[in-house]
């Protein structure tokens, strides 16, 4: 059965990379971390980071519906992870390319979304369409432009995913 360390940080974390014995879980700097009991070597685990873009076009947003899990079948903004040493906000231009088909061109820093007990941060921008035609890439089966008063609140597929929406819609939708 899964260990504690295994449940708390994935299955990538159940073996020392240094020794290979299996890691256990240890309070270190007043958390609980991977460890392992034969070497003594520490995981430091890091956030993952994920970009996101609220594309806008006359009053519009660019949705997508999601073909893949997590979240399966619920809506979000284009958005996925960074890969370590890619601008952040080429992320969110490169991931809006591939999943609905916009060139886009990020107008400024939405916000940053992240949650106690949560791996991934989420850095939002705003972008504007400089090119192509809303088309679901092949990890969505949809794409549509949402007026604001459509935005499918009940469907969208994580929280990060409506407190950004909302703090647009706060922030006036543009
Ligand atoms: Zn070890």
């Given at each position: 059965?899964?260990?504690?360390?295994?449940?708390?940080?994935?299955p990538a974390t159940?073996?020392?990379?240094?020794?290979?014995?299996?890691?256990?879980?240890?309070?270190?700097?007043?958390?609980?971390?991977?460890?392992?009991?034969?070497?003594?070597?520490v995981v430091y685990l890091d956030p993952k980071v994920a970009a996101g873009a609220i594309v806008v076009d006359r009053g519009r947003i660019a949705l997508v519906k999601r073909a893949i899990s997590p979240a399966r079948g619920t809506w979000?903004?284009?958005?996925?992870?960074?890969?370590?040493?890619?601008?952040?906000?080429?992320?969110?231009?490169?991931?809006t390319w591939?999943?609905?088909g916009l060139r886009v061109r990020v107008e400024g820093l939405h916000g940053v979304f992240s949650y106690a007990d949560v791996t991934v941060v989420l850095i939002v921008y705003t972008a504007a369409v400089t090119g192509g035609a809303l088309a679901a890439g092949p990890e969505c089966?949809?794409?549509?432009?949402v007026e604001p008063a459509a935005i499918p609140w009940a469907k969208l597929a994580f929280p990060s995913t409506a407190d950004a929406l909302?703090?647009?819609?706060d922030r006036g939708a543009r």
């Open positions: 059965m899964a260990d504690t360390a295994d449940h708390v940080h994935g159940r073996f020392c990379a240094a020794c290979a014995a299996p890691l256990i879980t240890r309070c270190v700097d007043g958390r609980p971390r991977p460890a392992c009991d034969r070497c003594g070597a979000t903004f284009p958005g996925g992870y960074v890969d370590r040493g890619e601008p952040v906000d080429q992320a969110a231009v490169r991931e591939e999943e609905t089966e949809a794409a549509a432009w909302r703090a647009w819609i």
